[in-house]
């Protein structure tokens, strides 16, 4: 959910005019996004426990000179679909992840706490979200 529609359903929210029905439906509708989202983080959460533990084992199998260390990561990456394709070029996957890691660490550095400047404008990204009225 964008910033936007935070704010207009604060705005929906305020409005004296807003009828108890329509809290009501809006109420609803924000107890399914929010059960979509912990299911979405469900999912989110095995995939990542399963590619981690994966790349727990290719590392313990290289440690002990297992014929394919690699099998468990490319078991994992291939049920997924992930697998680089053959005519697919290296360079590129290489250069993926170091976008990745860098983008990575820029979020891992603390915000940068910016002065206000007067008002703050606010800007209307989308309508993916109605009110109703």
Do not use: N
Not at 38 to 45: I, K, S
Not at 80 to 92: C, H
Not at 106 to 132: D, F, I, K, Y
């Amino acid at each position: 959910m964008t910033r936007s529609e935070f704010d207009d359903i604060r705005a929906f929210l305020a409005d004296d005019a807003t009828h108890a029905g329509d809290l009501l439906r809006v109420a609803r509708t924000l107890i399914d996004d929010l059960e979509h989202a912990r299911m979405r983080e469900a999912v989110l959460r095995t995939y990542y426990l399963r590619l981690l533990t994966a790349a727990r084992a290719t590392v313990a199998a290289e440690a002990v000179d297992a014929p394919d260390p690699l099998a468990f990561l490319k078991h994992e990456l291939a049920e997924r679909g992930q697998l680089p394709e053959s005519g697919e070029a290296v360079q590129r996957i290489l250069a993926d992840a170091r976008a990745a890691a860098a983008l990575l660490a820029c979020l891992e550095q603390p915000a940068q706490v910016r002065p206000a400047r007067g008002m703050r404008l606010r800007r209307c990204v989308g309508s993916a979200r109605t009110l109703p009225h």
